[in-house]
DNA sequence: GTCTATACGGCGATAGAC
DNA sequence: GTCTATCGCCGTATAGAC
């Protein structure tokens, strides 16, 4: 509700406490679990001080605006995103390694998460954006190795077998069905010609 | 923050006072400008009642619950796409008609806004997933009289067009873009096929 | 039925004490 | 570096005036 109020802000410091402090990779931990469990809305500097024994004034000491902590999960999520596909990415079939993991119901429940988060805080946008970036870059260079057997532009296939499972996936957490049944068996029927089990 | 109070409850009295009510009319129109100018999250029963020149009290008197509110607006909202597209699809291009009206940018901003606002207050989910559902079968019933043209199902077509440029519309909101071009072209290629200009 | 006034417990953020 | 006190918002509930 207090959107533009950290949006018109210049760029404080946005880091206190070394980056390495045990209170604040425990303050971390707790946030990431009250996140993951009861969805962002849930993550106040009194939660993530209770879950972590410390003191409210302790956590916003850290982390001086909740927003830096979102920051810090976010590229973490990221991070861990990537190592995922990259090793996922090489058994031969990339392709389908893409598409399963954009299938997967975890993730994008955390994207909507992410993308909710990203849509009343400001300051989330860009990193979103740039580790969107960074991930597609590396499904990209992970069929291109194979990309002659695809028919279709690399950046474009990879941007579908991405979307479509996303776009289902969030289009069943409120519960629209139409068309997905038959989508998801277009493209299983093109993965089968391009990249057989 | 407070979702899980408001999820609680059981099921009191959700509407007072006439649905004709002028009144009543009027903080939805101020609602609706304050929500499409800074977003949900600047609807407040305080701004509401200031944007309609009446007291907060008064807002709450229509609308009990803030959800109340929310999902006559995108009640509202739904009832106009589908009366767009039914005009839209009528020129003989009606795949074209359902990709285009995907593709505006203030669709696109409209839909991450309820999306973000269903993600927190779990009364709006199944109204907006029923709202889905609606402007689907909407969407089917003007393309299946053409259908044998497109090669593809339609129910597969229409969630293709419609979700594509959504979800390239959603990253472009943040800053990702890697394969958007490339996936406009095929998509245009294809248009071209089934539904010259 | 319409409407106002007021109170309560939550929140993020800030200033400043230790 | 660590932590507290306080401020001004918020949604909601309630009591009651007209």
């Keep these: 509700m207090n959107d533009e109020a950290t949006g018109g802000r210049a ?4 880091r206190a406490g070394s980056a390495t402090s045990k209170t604040r990779t425990a303050i ?3 946030a990431e679990q009250i996140m993951a469990e009861h969805g962002y809305a ?32 976010l590229r973490a999520d990221t991070d861990r995103i990537i190592d995922h596909l990259t090793r996922a990415t090489q058994d031969g079939r990339p392709l389908r390694a893409v598409w399963d993991y954009a299938s997967g119901k975890a993730g994008t429940t955390l994207m909507l998460e992410f993308m909710a ?10 990193v979103m954006g740039e580790g969107g970036e960074r991930v597609r870059q590396a499904q990209l260079a992970a069929i ?24 289902i996936g969030l289009e069943e957490a409120f519960g629209t069905s139409t068309g997905h049944e038959e989508t998801i068996a277009l493209v299983r029927q093109y993965l089968d010609e391009v990249e057989p089990l």
């Excluded at 009194?46 to 927003?67: H, I, K, M, N």
């Design 11 to 14: 760029e404080p410091k946005r």
């Design 42 to 73: 849930a993550v106040t500097y009194r939660s993530v001080a209770a879950g972590a024994a410390v003191t409210p004034g302790l956590v916003q000491y850290y982390f001086p605006v909740l927003d830096d902590l979102f920051i810090a999960l």
């Design 28 to 30: 971390l931990r707790g």
């Design 117 to 126: 988060l990203a849509n009343h805080r400001k300051a989330i946008g860009p």
């Design 144 to 167: 291109t190795a194979a990309s002659q057997r695809y028919e279709i532009a690399p950046a474009a296939l990879v941007f579908l077998m991405t979307a479509i499972p996303r776009m």
